[in-house]
Every structure is written in C-alpha cells, then in structure tokens.
C-alpha cells in the first residue's frame, strides 16, 4: 500500500473513530517493528506491513487503551486484506472498509461470541429499515459469552431475529432477549431492578450498562434506528447517521478541563452526563461552562432576567451600571440605573421572570452535579442556554444569548461558539450529535470533539 494512501485511511477511517485524537507526524521504522505498537506520550504508531520504513503517529491528550490499540491492530490487518483484492469499485471498496471498521470494534472487545454479536448487529439493521404493525423496531439483546444453552430443542438468532414476533419481545431499556456466544437463545431478562454499580452511559440505557460486565456484551436497537453496544459497563461504541463512532467518554471529560486545573471531574462528569442523555433523548442543547476568570465576560451575553443565581445576579448588576457610567445619553443611563436599583427578588417579580423564579425553585440552591440526573436533561433541553459556573454554579437555564458579531451557523452553535470564548461550551443536537468548542491561546475558538 502506497503511503499517501495508508494517510488517508488512517485519517479518514482510523482517526475519527478516536475523540481528539490527531496525525502527529511520522517516525522511521524496521522490519522489527509492529505494524501497530502503543507508542510514548499518549500515542499509537502504526504502518501498514512489517517491511514499511516508517510509522504514523496517532496522538491525543489520554493514554490509548489496550482495546484501542488492538482495536487499530484488528482495523489494521482487515484493511491490509482489502487492499490486497485490489478492487476498483469506490462505493464497493467504501462498504468493504464500513464492514471492517465493525468487525474490528467487535473483536477488540472480545475473543468470543464475534461471529454471534455480528450476526445480531446484522440483524437489528435490517429491522431498521422495517416497520412493525406501522411503527419503528427497539430491541435490545444480551450476548452471554460465559454461557451455553443446554436445550434440546435449539434456538439461534440466526432463525428467528428477522420473524415477526421477534419484534414484539424486547424494548432495548429494560427487556432483553439473551443468547449465548454460539448465537442460542437462553431465554428473556427483565432489567427493572439491577443492582448498583458505576457506569457510563445515557441514564435512559443505565441498566442494560450495569448488567454487561465481562461476561455479558449488549447491543440495542433503537426508536432512531441507532445501533448501541454495550461492554464493561458503558457504551463504547453506536452506530448513528450511518457511522459507527467510539464513546471515549474519559476523554471528553478530560477535554472539559480546557487545561485549567481548578475544574472538578464531578462537575466536568455531570457535565458530560448531560450532553450524553440530550443526546440519546434527541434532545437540542446548549451547555457551556466557564473558566473561573472568565465569569464577568460571560455575563455580558446573559440576560438578567435569566440569571437564577443571586451572586451572579449582582455580578451582573455592578457590570451594568459600570456600563451606565460610561453612557453619555444620561436617559439610557438613568434607565439602567433604576432598573439595576432593585433587589434581585424584586427585580425577578418586578420583570415577571416567571421562569427564572420557577427553576430556582425546582434548583433550590443546589450545584449541577448535585441534582437528579434526569431534572438536569429536562432543564437543559429548556430552550436556550444552561450555563455553568466552574465550581458547578448554574448561573443560567433557558438564556438567550447575546451572539458575538459575524458568528454563523444556526442560532444554537453561534450562542455554543460565543460562549466557548469563555470556557467549553457543548452544542447537542436533535439528531444526537455532540460538538465541543473551547479557545486557543490566541483566544479563537476551536472545536475539541465532534462525536455521534
């Protein structure tokens, strides 16, 4: 395979799969070397054959897993075979690589069951495509990689996932189907009551997350046609828009730092938590969240009204009647003034701020990462901004935000790029998209992740 070929598939097949990660160069290479071999300072290197003098070098801001790695190695050797057949055909040639890149994803996390969990993945698209009775197909299977069906009368997936009572056996939330790692089926599981363990995952699938452990692997279609897999408690991996993407959740909480060292990972956590639940809820959403000497600037795009904190509130104030100060027409000024003269009780009834005086109700003075889960999607997926203090502060719920002059795109990513000037700011979108945008030290604004 020629090298500048081998570039763009690593560029276009092998790195988007992986949240921040980008080409770093190259590094020269022997005969001696593995075609993939994790490399030092957060790196893998890779080639396409033993005998290729030199390696790429993939880099991002966390150390690379042993399951992405072997993840590469499986993507690797799959794509070695494909360029071998030496096929002309582009769109036939593109669905070879989709194939690849899914048997590769399977394989990294397991030795067992393959076959089995590719075979299901096969089968939920093509209910994906169907109706059943008018309606769109969820289901949700469990592949038991520990487990052998002892029936005499057998059950493969492979005879019944495309009849149409299969439809009607599982939701993908809380019933599942399970099969053994030969693709037998071992009968039905109700997840309404699991027991507690940490996950990472969107809370809607939190108990098919809890019950895959290294014995269990999920796959669940859902209403969207998206397909979820599930392993090590999380979701690692979903094919959405046609593209399988990796969840690398530890990643994207680590980007919400934005290189400062006073952000909690609980907060970046509740944060991140967030946008993945909008996202699997096909939910818009705004969220920023702003660097600790950056609050005063990011107010300046608020409107008081939205504001449901107090201490931010007369941060607000003192910044408007700085700016009614410096005003030479003294009727605006006077107006600002005697608006600002209130209390912020006052100012809230005063203005019939009845969403401001209901949230911070519904808020009763806790911190984001202090909520219920579930209340902070509902409050997110309020039209507007939900904007974040970096102690975890919500200053804002529903803001409509003041957009910095010559922004584009729609009216959620010019309020996500302006606020991330001030800190990271997501943009979720309703078909499940998640962007992250931060700033540079020449302060422009730059996107950080792009997953879903």
């Given amino acids: 395979m020629e090298k500048s070929e081998f570039y763009i598939i690593v560029e276009k097949l092998i790195r988007p799969l992986f949240t921040g990660s980008f080409l770093a160069g ?31 070098i993939l880099r991002r801001g966390q150390a690379f897993k042993s399951f992405e790695v072997e993840l590469v190695r499986s993507i690797v050797r799959e794509i070695n075979t494909i360029s ?27 030795d067992s069951g393959s076959d089995t969990i590719l075979g299901v993945i096969s089968g939920l698209e093509r209910w994906a495509t169907r109706t059943y009775e008018g309606s769109t197909v969820k289901s949700g299977i469990l592949v038991n990689l520990s487990a052998t069906s002892d029936s005499v009368n057998q059950a493969s997936y492979r005879n019944i996932i495309n009849k149409d009572f299969f439809a009607l056996f ?8 399970e099969f053994d790692r030969n693709g037998n089926l071992l009968g039905y599981i109700n997840l309404k009551k699991t027991k507690t363990v940490p996950t990472i995952s969107p809370n809607v699938f939190d108990r098919i997350a809890r019950v895959c452990n290294e014995k269990r692997i999920g796959i669940v279609l859902t209403e969207q046609e998206d397909i979820l897999i599930f392993a090590a408690r999380q979701l690692l991996f979903a094919k959405r828009n046609g593209r399988w993407c990796i969840y690398s959740h530890d990643e994207i909480i680590r980007l919400l730092q934005n290189n400062v060292s006073y952000t909690a990972k609980e907060i970046r956590r509740a944060i991140y938590n967030t946008a993945l639940d909008c996202s699997f809820s096909y939910k818009g959403a705004c969220i920023a969240y702003v660097n600790k ?24 104030k003192q910044l408007e009647l700085e700016e009614a100060g410096k005003l030479y027409n003294i009727g605006s000024a006077k107006g600002i003034i005697d608006k600002f003269s209130l209390s912020y009780e006052e100012f809230l009834n005063k203005n019939d701020c009845l969403k401001t005086i209901a ?24 039209d507007g901004a939900t904007i974040v203090d970096y102690d975890g502060t919500i200053i804002a719920v529903g803001a409509i935000i003041k957009i910095e002059a010559g922004s584009s795109g729609g009216g959620r990513l010019a309020a996500t790029t302006t606020m991330a000037r001030y800190g990271v700011a997501i943009k979720v979108s309703q078909d499940g998209i998640m962007q992250g945008y931060s700033f540079d030290k020449q302060g422009k604004v730059k996107q950080i992740f792009n997953v879903g």
Avoid: C, Q, W
């Avoid at 030496?86 to 994803?105: F, G, P, R, T």
């Avoid at 000497?293 to 904190?309: C, F, G, M, N, W």
């Avoid at 949230?359 to 579930?374: P, Q, S, T």
């Fill in 26 to 56: 190259e590094m020269e290479s022997s005969a001696r070397d593995l075609e993939v071999a994790l490399g030092k300072g957060n790196t893998i290197l890779l080639k396409p054959t033993k005998m290729d003098d030199y390696r790429l």
């Fill in 84 to 110: 071998e057949m030496n096929i002309s055909d582009k769109m036939y040639l593109n669905h070879l690589y989709s194939l690849a890149i899914e048997k590769s994803l399977i394989e990294s996390i397991t």
């Fill in 170 to 177: 599982s939701d993908g939330i809380s019933s599942f189907i």
């Fill in 293 to 316: 000497d950056k609050t005063a600037d990011a107010l300046r795009h608020i409107d008081a009204a939205d504001i449901i904190s107090e201490s931010h509130f007369d941060m607000k």
């Fill in 359 to 382: 949230i911070r109700k519904i808020v009763a003075g806790k911190k984001l990462h202090e909520l219920d889960r579930k209340l902070i999607e509902e409050m997110t997926s309020v």
